[in-house]
């Protein structure tokens, strides 16, 4: 079955350090995949998206990732985290042959530490 | 930018009341969401929809149903309402291809009580 697996459920940084957080993906075909990002009651904000070309892609507040196919992972990373990325981010996957549905991970919270 | 509007933000219902959340969407999308939010457990899919009148089962349907009468409406509701539905619910719609991702709406967290 589909699935993603986002390992760390927690994750402390301190404000400017560098930021990764992972992802793991099972699924047959190379898939659509995302990253989204929620702030406390409020609802999923896009980060970015990978369908093809580029391994390495480029999304909003400074943030990218990279769809590494061998390791069926798509990392999140961030050179210099601020206090206002803390929030919990979501890694989904999107199965098209399912009727363009997205799996997502169980999440990361993110906690910045001044 | 597309929005996806959620007609409640906090809903207080009694078990075994019929429960409606409504979903709106502005930007002529096809496909619509319901999924819900637990901690730990990320967003499940409960139903999604590919056009009027259309609809399909996610991972968790238990409990749940959907109308789509209208595009840019799609309504989830719980024929009765229990305890363990207390949860957070995200409605969400995109284009066909799912190519720009999905458009997400602010959520409705839904207490039974």
């Known amino acids: 079955a589909q699935s993603v697996t986002q390992p760390d459920i927690h994750i402390t940084v301190s404000e400017g350090a560098s930021l990764e957080l992972r992802c793991n993906y099972s699924y047959g075909a190379t898939p659509y995949l995302f990253w989204y990002v929620q702030s406390p009651g409020q609802g999923l904000q896009l980060l970015l998206k990978y369908f093809s070309g580029d391994t390495l892609v480029q999304g909003i507040k400074g943030f990218e990732a990279e769809f590494k196919r061998s390791q069926s992972s798509f990392n999140l990373r961030k050179p210099s985290v601020h206090w206002s990325d803390a929030a919990e981010y979501f890694c989904a996957v999107g199965l098209m042959e399912y009727g363009n549905k997205l799996v997502f991970g169980a999440g990361t919270i993110l906690r910045v530490k001044s | 930018d597309v929005k996806v509007t959620q007609s409640s933000r906090y809903l207080v219902k009694r078990t075994g009341e019929k429960v409606f959340l409504e979903c709106v969407q502005d930007?002529?999308?096809?496909?619509m969401f319901w999924y819900r939010q637990d901690p730990g457990l990320g967003l499940r899919l409960i139903y999604f929809?590919?056009?009027?009148?259309?609809?399909e089962k996610g991972d968790i349907p238990e409990g749940y149903s959907v109308s789509r009468e209208k595009k840019e409406r799609f309504s989830l509701i719980l024929e009765s309402a229990s305890t363990n539905q207390t949860s957070m619910y995200l409605c969400?719609?995109?284009?066909?291809?799912?190519?720009?991702?999905?458009?997400f709406g602010s959520g409705t967290r839904l207490t039974v009580v």
């Open positions: 969400a719609s995109s284009e066909p291809s799912g190519a720009g991702g999905y458009t």
């Open positions: 930007m002529d999308h096809e496909n």
């Open positions: 929809s590919y056009d009027v009148k259309m609809k």
